[in-house]
């Protein structure tokens, strides 16, 4: 993470008041509707002489309203994305019972005027807030005058006027169409998390595999075999990872494993990220290991051919 960002805890009283534009959203995934308004956040920060600035959620509000379960990105995913187009302060807060009772107009008083000095507000077109979800941009624009900021609405549509939403996203995840979600967050699709012990098959068929335990609870991918890139220690590694259940062996729990080419590091208990970069065939049943291994023999050779596809792009 960039040295020059800063992250303050609201829930434990952190802030600064220097003047701030604040873009407020879930941004789960950080797509390119999200990155327009951001972009939108840095030109105005740029001619105000503002700080770029987000206030992040600890926990994506809709898995509390809606029991949603999955997302596109955790928070560390959320920052790292956020700090790369050249937002500088994060304000994180919980989403808890109190803060959730706040009616609109406290939310503006207490978090975007006493707590975070706010110039600009950057929104989308749809954005609610407040208890019940009563506040709304006419809200936000009532006010201004009150607590002497502007508000900036920003629709989520391109220049093809497509409207890019998370909900879509997270079903082409869903759907093992990577390549088109890819297309529309802007970015891989990624996971992180530690890398433990598996069974070890791969080893034994000479394909030693990488067995990863997410650190969050992301949206679940199509069963099936994936080209991957993988980062560890800040190096990127081409790879094929597989998410299933190995049919082959009549496992039942859902794993991801992925073999990297051209690695042999003992990488046990470490962070890694993968990237998912594309779908190549489903998760199958085969008769033997060793009908088993013909198949991963030509994923390989698959993979060897679109590493020199992804290294001239």
Do not use: W
């Not at 991918?221 to 993988?230: D, M, N």
């Not at 690695?263 to 208990?269: A, P, R, V």
């Amino acid at each position: 993470m960039k040295d020059n960002i800063k992250i303050f805890d609201l829930d434990f009283n952190e802030f600064d008041l220097s003047p701030k534009a604040v873009s407020l959203g879930n941004f789960d995934g950080v797509h390119k509707g999200h990155q327009k308004l951001m972009k939108e956040n840095i030109k105005i920060s740029k001619s105000k002489n503002l700080t770029p600035s987000v206030l992040l959620f600890k926990e994506n509000t809709k898995n509390i309203l809606n029991g949603e379960r999955e997302y596109l990105t955790s928070l560390e995913d959320k920052i790292e994305i956020l700090k790369n187009l050249g937002i500088e302060c994060f304000c994180l807060l919980e989403f808890s019972d109190k803060f959730k009772d706040l009616s609109p107009y406290e939310f503006i008083e207490e978090i975007l005027y006493k707590k975070l000095n706010t110039k600009y507000v950057i929104v989308g077109d749809n954005y609610r807030f407040g208890k019940m979800a009563k506040g709304d941009i006419k809200t936000l624009k009532k006010y201004e005058e009150d607590f002497a900021y502007k508000t900036k609405v920003v629709d989520f549509e391109l220049d093809d006027g497509k409207i890019i939403n998370s909900t879509d996203i997270r079903q082409m995840v869903r759907e093992g169409k990577i390549e088109k979600a890819n297309k529309d967050l802007g970015h891989p699709f990624k996971m992180q998390g530690k890398v433990i012990k598996g069974a070890q098959r791969g080893r034994l068929l000479n394909f030693p595999t990488a067995n990863l335990k997410p650190s969050f609870k992301y949206v679940t991918a199509k069963s099936g075999v994936y080209f991957t890139r993988v980062n560890i220690d800040r190096d990127f590694y081409y790879a094929l990872t597989d998410i299933g259940t190995n049919p082959t062996f009549e496992n039942k729990k859902m794993k991801i494993e992925t073999y990297i080419m051209d690695f042999s590091k003992d990488i046990y208990g470490k962070n890694i990220s993968i990237e998912f970069l594309e779908y190549l065939r489903p998760d199958y049943k085969f008769n033997s290991p060793e009908e088993l291994i013909g198949q991963m023999e030509k994923d390989k050779k698959t993979g060897r051919n679109l590493i020199e596809k992804y290294r001239k792009e």
